[in-house]
């Protein structure tokens, strides 16, 4: 199966600056996701990063503040914008090898906000 | 909203077999069920899915009512190792994201 490697594995940065996470993929995959995990709750989709194209965001999340990249098949970015202490979370890559697969996770981004 | 629902926790003894329930009573036809578990401050690791059928892999089984209106997966040894939160997840094999629910908190005992 793909190995997927994500970085940084946690940040503590300052009030409103902003934090690139890269998600690396070994091999081409079909869709990748980006999910929240705040503080004691579970897993919340960001949004789908769609390769070539502007990513689709679920409700309640904006591209300004959650800019998405993905220039080719195997890797994305995620940008957490203009931080405040709320958006201190686990933010986790995911991807689909096939769209009949099951999904498989990076180890998350740990991030602080300050 | 997830589709599911799964009591908050549980407790196994070690060595023992764990049994997590799942109602996914609105479940369509073509949607399957899954499994995932998260051991903390890790990301979301799959464990087992079907349709229809019982399944039965190296970590677990898993039992679907002939209804299909809820599920129960097996770890058939529990170990300490096995303290986390799973989660019950139903979704059609279209490429779609996977929701997650609040999931089961197990914790297993020596």
């Known amino acids: 199966s793909a190995v997927i490697s994500q970085k940084p594995s946690r940040d503590i940065c300052q009030r409103g600056t902003s934090l690139t996470i890269q998600c690396q993929v070994d091999?081409?995959?079909?869709?990748m996701f980006w999910y929240r995990q705040q503080p004691g709750q579970s897993l919340t989709l960001i949004a789908t990063a769609n390769q070539g194209s502007e990513a689709t965001y679920e409700s309640g999340f904006v591209i300004d503040k959650f800019p998405i990249s993905r220039p080719n098949l195997t890797f994305s970015t995620l940008t957490v914008s203009n931080m405040s202490p709320e958006d201190s979370s686990i933010y986790l890559c995911s991807f689909l090898p096939g769209v009949n697969t099951e999904a498989f996770f990076g180890q998350g981004t740990r991030l602080t906000v300050v | 909203d997830a589709k599911t629902t799964q009591p908050p926790s549980m407790d196994c003894a070690e060595g023992r077999a764990a049994n997590l329930p799942c109602n996914h009573s609105t479940i369509s036809g073509n949607e399957y069920v899954y499994w995932y578990r998260q051991i903390h401050s890790q990301g979301p690791q799959y464990i087992i899915h079907g349709l229809k059928n019982n399944e039965t892999n190296e970590m677990a089984s898993l039992i679907i009512t002939e209804d299909r209106k809820s599920s129960t997966l097996i770890l058939p040894h529990a170990t300490l190792r096995d303290t986390a939160v799973y989660y019950c997840i139903v979704r059609m094999n279209y490429g779609q994201n996977f929701v997650f629910g609040p999931g089961t908190r197990l914790s297993v005992l020596p």
């Open positions: 091999s081409q995959v079909t869709m």
